[in-house]
């Protein structure tokens, strides 16, 4: 069975997508202590390491896991995108120190495996000019590795939300000609909220307040701030009715008809709300984790507000199992090339 690591794991969406591919997962990095417990709550088998990644990445890497360097097949994860300093000139691997980034940049460098997955948003690409992304490429390719990197739509594999992710893949030179990876092919179907909102478990969410909830149950469905009274708008907007631009965000009412706006970490954000369509009141902890396509017995542990952030950091399950696979088959293919 092929094999993985996962740095930056969260509450396990693309852990999950990966082992439904048919990885085996060797351990699983993250900080974040209520995202601990999800992970052990339901894979209680799963090597869950509660720590901070630079107090692992600095050891020998290979006797921690069990694994010699070139053996692990996938190395996979996201890491928080933050600025470089660019305390040198070469933009590389010392210019990334001070960074979650440098660490997943160690383990790729000390394990060497075949193949690694990078996700992040699509904003890396314009982060800091494009300076960011740039000198992590510079750094996979120092570290060894062939790149590929595509921007992808959750919405075309599977989910019901419209998630755009930025997927690096890389494959260790030395492999490169014997190994072939080709993005998955967006669905012919995309599903809508109405597909996913059908007997929802129970959970529970944050209403809104009684003034919010009143103003909310005056926009259609599909609709937003434009759709209501101008005078009530601009009561609740205060300073935003003078902003430029469409400020569609606002006020904003999700459609059974439409896939669901991207899930963010707080279930209210005056700029970027997501309604439910039927009630005025924000979509509930299971509501996101299926606009999400997590399975309905993932459970999550942690406040109301711990599991709102860690549904909407997670990677959209279905769409990590669409790269995944395609990983695996990219691996499997090439089982005689590579002499395992």
Not at 192 to 219: C, H
């Amino acid at each position: 069975m092929c094999t993985t690591i996962e740095l930056f794991a969260g509450a396990g969406g693309l852990a999950l997508g990966v082992e439904k591919a048919g990885f085996d997962t060797l351990g699983l990095i993250e900080f974040d202590a209520d995202a601990c417990e999800t992970l052990k709550l339901n894979r209680p088998k799963w090597n869950v390491i509660h720590d901070d990644i630079a107090n692992i990445s600095c050891l020998d890497l290979e006797e921690y896991f069990g694994i010699a360097k070139g053996e692990l097949d996938l190395l996979s994860g996201g890491a928080p995108c933050q600025a470089f300093s660019y305390a040198g000139k070469r933009l590389g691997f010392e210019d990334t120190r001070g960074t979650l980034f440098y660490h997943y940049a160690v383990f790729l460098q000390k394990l060497q495996p075949k193949m690694f997955l990078f996700e992040n948003v699509r904003g890396l690409l314009t982060h800091d000019g494009g300076k960011t992304y740039q000198t992590m490429l510079n750094v996979f390719e120092d570290a060894g590795y062939e790149i590929q990197k595509q921007v992808l739509n959750a919405w075309d594999y599977g989910v019901a939300q419209k998630r755009e992710r930025l997927i690096t893949i890389g494959i260790r030179k030395d492999l490169a000609n014997v190994l072939h990876f080709d993005f998955p092919k967006p669905h012919d179907y995309k599903p809508v909220l109405r597909d996913i909102l059908k007997d929802v478990p129970d959970s529970p969410y944050t209403p809104y307040g009684e003034k919010k909830r009143k103003i909310f149950e005056m926009v259609p469905p599909g609709g937003y701030w434009r759709d209501i009274d101008p005078d009530v708008a601009k009561d609740y907007m205060k300073s935003c009715w003078f902003m430029e631009g469409g400020r569609t965000g606002i006020l904003r009412r999700l459609s059974l008809d439409e896939p669901a706006l991207t899930v963010l970490t707080s279930p209210s954000q005056k700029q970027t709300e997501r309604c439910h369509p039927l009630e005025a009141r924000p979509f509930t902890i299971r509501e996101n984790a299926r606009c999400q396509s997590f399975p309905d017995d993932w459970e999550f542990c942690g406040s109301i507000m711990s599991q709102y952030k860690q549904v909407g950091n997670a990677v959209p399950v279905n769409l990590a199992y669409e790269v995944a696979a395609e990983i695996k088959k990219t691996l499997e293919a090439n089982v005689i090339a590579l002499g395992a």
